[in-house]
């Protein structure tokens, strides 16, 4: 690198490959000054383009957001009593109440902790920071910032089914 | 602008670590001139490297869903193949990175042999060389269990059967290796714990002292040991280049080949997922990855004992190289007997491997088709498939 | 040059037989001569690997399950020795079907009357009438198509099993089996032979060409085992109720139901060929990519001075 006072043996082999466009003589400070610049922005593409598969790679699968319907014995669930189970990944309480059956999509709004069925009080209760939802999911007491979401639900003869 | 933080970043570093010192060493090591007669094929071992880097990110990507045990190993495999993205091509860079890593580290080995690089005073980076070689194996035979696939369990059983062989020892042995009489959970595991905690340290460790006493040494003159050893200034004298940049574009070429031929490997001949291990259906013709075939098919001709030491007697002659071989001489053509047993023995190995590939399968040859019995003999289907029969017949090919 | 084992029914029937036998001594002679020619080759290897350890427990209980196998292979007659070729080569030597399975007999013994005891149930040739309930104690959804169709009861078990499939060779179900020169020119016309084979390539083909398609597929990681499943699932619809059943009507009704499903697998394996594809494509970015790079760097190599 540091002797380039020999311009003639290095620039001979340069004008063989005539790769470069114009400028004769063809300097070979200049041309690798080029070939840098080309390098630095290949790199920089491939490197993109190798990152690009490792983030898509840590990214959650699409088939592992769970089941998109999940189906719960009606015998298994008497009245007055809950079951949370995983659906489309998120955990959801469904609960047999005096008025029928109700789902809801278990996680708090306030802090992310799973609600749960009081049968006492008829109540689902946060464990967290004393949250209380009413069986149409509206906040009751607790620092909670809404409602729980509803989640569909229909129930044949013996089955309830959670999803479409 | 950039520059200028850059300058008030390095001071910065510069004043409380004096990094100017370590940046002027690697300079002065990095600019070091290698002698004139540095080829291509002097690129293997930063290839090698490469490949255990490779080997090194791909690894750990894989970890995050892989699930080391019996019944979840298999389902994890192909969940990565199948379900995350882009998990193919993770998986795919391990497998034919392995076979790659492998390949090229037996090719340096190969160079460094022929070049009479082993000899003083570098004995002891072949010895750490030949360490490496033994720890990358030793990845190559843990790794091929893991995705608990039949080709991997029953490749596996027999591959760790052969320990079983050596004297006195032998059975403890491979209780110890499997963790138990058969391969099972717990081979796994321990497999598992050997490829990705204790292989890859013991690898750093090896590379790091091969990687300084070669820095040290400087690469191997072509010159005999009892000429003195060039100074860096006398080989720049004697027109030796700097090893940066001019090796290390020379590398850098070659590890980008490699790479492309390897993607164009894996997008054309992608290696598959088997089936999932049967402990209780043994698949015909069980054969070790292709850098065991050799010494798995020598095994076959002899009996077990003899092989075993044998086999340990060819390991240790290989480790001790350099100090059997003290002939002065490194280039190849004026050590005409090493540079024919070297041959020899590569021709020996590629036959030997050969043999096993063809061994317990068929072929047409001629129009006839042939059964390929475990020694890798022929023998036309339908004539000669007993084992019983034999004997009988043996009497009258005498006649 | 025994027809027997073929049981005659009719001419036809003893002409087939007569051009099957007329190959065969050719083709046990010349099997024979290899396998003599080959002794001698092995031998020399053989004495070089005299010391070799031989897994002797399992050869010997292969050798002492084949007496039939051993000593039938060695005798002179063509007819007696042939069969145990053919069987070597055949789907029941894997399957582990062995000779007594259907001729009876005591396989374990080396003396030729305890070998050939009709105490111990022999049979030289199975009884023509018998032969479809032989092969049906495994393959029972064929016998039971079979038994009530044209040609079972009806036909008189005329063609049985062994007519089509041939006996010791186990000849693999293909549609070329429903020809007129080979099997069926007795009874049947070359029209409505056409139709047949017809209905059976539009029912089976596309069912190759999904597995065939998945097996290439596979490896690469995209998924495919939904396509292989439902493939499977076809096949044995078909086998369950469109196999050995021989009458039109049934069988296009079975082709037309699968039919309405061979689209919706069809397009599972286009997307899966799509995204083999688009791997490919990806991997060439990446190999374009490498091969310039290493261009530039050759020219920038080349460029440097010569120290």
């Known amino acids: 690198m540091s002797s380039s006072k020999k311009p003639p043996g290095s620039a001979a082999p340069g004008e063989k490959s005539g790769k470069t466009p114009g400028k004769t003589p063809p300097d070979p400070v200049r041309r690798r000054r080029f070939l840098q ?59 047999n109440t005096s008025d029928g059956y109700i789902a809801y999509n278990a996680v708090c709004p306030h802090l992310g902790c799973v609600v749960k069925w009081e049968g006492g009080t008829q109540n689902l209760i946060c464990p967290c920071h004393g949250g209380i939802f009413g069986t149409d999911g509206s906040v009751l007491g607790g620092p909670i910032p809404g409602p729980l979401t509803a989640v569909e639900l229909s129930v044949t003869d013996d089955k309830i089914i959670v999803g479409v | 602008m950039i520059r200028r933080l850059s300058n008030e970043v390095y001071n910065w570093l510069d004043d409380r670590t004096e990094i100017s010192v370590i940046i002027g060493f690697c300079h002065r090591q990095l600019t070091k001139p290698v002698p004139r007669h540095l080829n291509w094929l002097f690129s293997f071992g930063t290839v090698t490297l490469m490949f255990f880097l490779s080997q090194a990110v791909s690894g750990v990507f894989l970890m995050i869903y892989y699930e080391a045990s019996a019944d979840t190993a298999y389902e994890s495999v192909k969940y990565i193949m199948e379900q995350v993205r882009f998990g193919w091509l993770m998986r795919q860079v391990h497998t034919y990175g392995a076979n790659f890593m492998i390949a090229f580290l037996l090719l340096h080995s190969v160079r460094v042999f022929f070049y009479g690089g082993y000899k003083k005073p570098r004995e002891l980076t072949w010895l750490f060389g030949v360490g490496l070689l033994a720890v990358t194996l030793a990845f190559g035979f843990t790794g091929y269990l893991l995705p608990w696939d039949q080709l991997s369990y029953w490749g596996t059983t027999v591959g760790t059967e052969i320990a079983a062989a050596t004297p006195l020892i032998g059975e403890y042995l491979l209780i110890l290796m499997r963790g138990g009489e058969i391969i099972s959970d717990v081979t796994l595991t321990r497999f598992f714990v050997l490829h990705v905690v204790l292989l890859p340290w013991a690898f750093i460790a090896l590379v790091t002292v091969h990687l300084v006493l070669i820095r040290y040494k400087g690469i191997s003159p072509l010159e005999g040991t009892d000429v003195p050893e060039k100074s860096p200034e006398e080989l720049k004298q004697a027109g030796g280049k700097p090893f940066y940049p001019q090796h290390v574009m020379k590398e850098a070429i070659v590890v980008l080949l490699v790479l492309a031929s390897m ?5 054309y001949y992608p290696l598959p997922l088997h089936e999932k291990a049967d402990p209780f259906n043994t698949p015909v013709g069980v054969k070790p990855e292709w850098y065991f075939l050799s010494s798995y098919q020598a095994l076959k001709y002899l009996p077990k004992t003899i092989g075993i030491i044998g ?12 100090f059997w071989d003290r002939t002065p001489a490194r280039h190849p053509s004026r050590r005409p007997i090493a540079t024919s047993l070297g041959i020899l023995f590569i021709v020996l190995n590629i036959a030997l491997a050969l043999l096993g590939k063809i061994s317990e399968t068929e072929m047409t040859f001629m129009g006839t088709r042939y059964h390929f019995d475990i020694y890798g003999w022929p023998h036309a289907i339908g004539t000669v498939e007993e084992p019983a029969a034999l004997p009988d017949t043996g009497g009258e090919g005498t006649e | 040059m025994s027809s027997q084992m073929h049981t005659g029914q009719s001419a036809g029937h003893r002409t087939r037989a007569g051009t099957w036998h007329s190959l065969i001594p050719r083709k046990a002679a010349l099997e024979r001569a290899a396998y003599r020619a080959r002794t001698a080759l092995i031998l020399l290897p053989l004495l070089v690997l005299s010391w070799t350890p031989v897994d002797s427990a399992e050869a010997q209980q292969t050798a002492a399950a084949n007496n039939c196998v051993s000593c039938h292979a060695d005798l002179d007659d063509e007819d007696m020795s042939l069969p145990v070729f053919e069987w070597q080569r055949s789907v029941h030597r894997p399957a582990d079907i062995y000779c007594q399975d259907c001729h009876g007999g005591n396989p374990s013994t080396m003396v030729e009357d305890e070998a050939h005891d009709v105490e111990m149930d022999f049979v030289g040739l199975p009884d023509p009438y018998d032969v479809h309930e032989l092969c049906g104690e495994c393959h029972q959804i064929q016998m039971n198509n079979y038994v009530p169709s044209p040609h079972g009861l009806e036909g008189d078990f005329w063609p049985n099993c062994m007519d089509c499939h041939s006996n010791h060779e186990v000849v693999f179900p293909q549609a070329s089996m429903i020809s007129i020169p080979d099997n069926c020119e007795d009874c049947h016309e070359q029209a409505i032979m056409d139709d047949y084979i017809a209905l059976t390539d539009r029912g089976l083909e596309p069912i190759v060409e999904f597995r065939r398609a998945a097996e290439e597929i596979r490896s690469s990681g995209v998924p495919v085992d939904l396509i292989l499943t439902q493939a499977t699932l076809a096949r044995d619809a078909y086998v369950e109720r469109a196999s050995h059943v021989f009458v039109l009507e049934k069988m296009v009704a079975v082709v037309d139901s699968l039919e309405q499903i061979y689209p919706s697998i069809r397009e599972k394996v286009e997307t899966a060929r799509t995204e083999v594809d688009t791997r490919r494509r990806f991997g060439w970015m990446f190999i374009g990519l490498f091969l310039v790079a290493a261009g530039i760097l050759w020219l920038y190599r080349r460029s440097l001075p010569d120290a």
């Open chain 1, 37 to 95: 610049k080309c390098l630095g922005a290949l790199g920089s593409i491939g490197s993109l383009m190798a990152v690009y598969p490792l983030i898509r790679y840590i990214e959650p699968p699409p088939e592992a957001e769970g089941a998109n319907r999940v189906e719960i014995d009606r015998a298994s669930l008497p009245p007055g009593t809950s079951r949370t189970v995983i659906y489309r990944g998120r955990p959801t309480i469904v609960v």
């Open chain 2, 263 to 267: 993607i164009f490997m894996i997008i």
């Open chain 2, 311 to 322: 086999s340990g007697l060819v390991v240790l002659a290989i480790c001790l190289l350099p």
